[in-house]
């Protein structure tokens, strides 16, 4: 999606050779009209698998996650990072290992939300090694619903979790892959080479 590659050259920094920042309009401050397009880039990606329902991750997969669910006119839920204290019956959960925290969290969606008869779309806002994604692809399965496929906004294709998924047999679209952040140049895949 070229419109979101410019805001990356623009707005993103590499702050290291593995690590993007993106603050400045995914990850804190959030621009609209670029989730708007994302949203509309999703839809049409994935408007003839019949989704139901839209699952995401806490904080930063929701916004683009929203602008999916309005077009495709279906609801989101969210899959918490904490245990809250008003949700605590039927939640199922699952474990994300984060390589760069370093440390295992668990994520929980109330089984209120999802049903056997959903065909679940699972959005992101970055895809690394994978972890985060098989978290809720598990959350989904072990509800017994349908996974449609995986929409990512920034896949960083250097990284194994892409491989991991699409091997698994998971549909997975991302909006923009990043080939390199070598020396802290931000590189795209060319894209003849993009999946
Ligand atoms: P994975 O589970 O695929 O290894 O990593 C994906 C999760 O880690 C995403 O939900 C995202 O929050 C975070 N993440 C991974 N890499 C980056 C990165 O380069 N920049 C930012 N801002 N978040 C990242």
Known sequence: M??????????????????????????HQIDPQLMHEMG??????????GITKIVTLESSGIAPAVMTGL?????????????????????????VYSYTKQETNEVSVSNKFL?????????D??????QA??????????????VAGVGI???????????????????VESLARIQSLSDKKIEFVKEKEQV
């Open 2 to 27: 070229e419109k979101l590659q410019n805001k990356i050259r623009e707005e993103g920094v590499a702050l290291s050779d593995s690590v993007l920042k993106v603050d400045k309009f995914l990850n």
């Open 133 to 146: 994604a098989l978290a809720l692809i598990d959350i989904v399965e072990k509800i017994e619903a349908t």
């Open 153 to 171: 906004v920034i896949e960083k294709a250097f990284q194994d979790g892409g491989a991991v998924l699409r091997t698994k047999g998971y549909r």
């Open 40 to 49: 509309k880039e999703f839809a049409s990606k994935f408007e003839k698998e």
């Open 115 to 123: 049903s056997k008869e959903d065909n679940v779309l699972i959005i």
């Open 71 to 95: 077009i495709l006119n279906v609801p989101v839920i969210f899959a918490r990072k904490k245990k809250s204290l008003t949700l605590t019956e039927g939640l199922i959960t699952s474990k």
């Open 125 to 130: 806002d970055f895809l690394a090694n994978g």
